[in-house]
């Protein structure tokens, strides 16, 4: 069974390595850290409600968007810090995706 499965999907049995660039590993830190705080602010709501405090458990969730917002600034100082001069970011994306691709197709033939 497990040589089938590798030879189905050979995505799960090969281990690569990907060079993200500067703006996708802080994109992906701005998403999981706002992720994690409307996990909390659900929670704190929660709580709240099961209190039976609506009041409070309502308002929680207005922090929402504060968070993303707060979060969002964050991220795009940190990109401005860490901008490098010379190559665009975009043609960096273009072409690990088209490195990534092609190591792909190779590795199913």
Known sequence: MDGYFSKLLPCFTKKGHFNFTQYELGFTKKEKSGAFC??????????????HQQVFASL????IPVVMIIN???FR??????????????????SNAIQYNNRVLCSLE
Do not use: M
Request: charged content about 20%.
């Open 60 to 63: 929680c969730y207005i922090l």
């Open 77 to 94: 100082h940190n990109l401005a810090i860490n901008k490098t001069p010379g190559e665009t970011q975009s043609r960096r994306i273009a």
């Open 38 to 51: 409307n996990a909390i602010i659900g929670l704190l709501a929660w709580v709240f409600a099961w209190f």
């Open 72 to 74: 969002d600034k964050r």
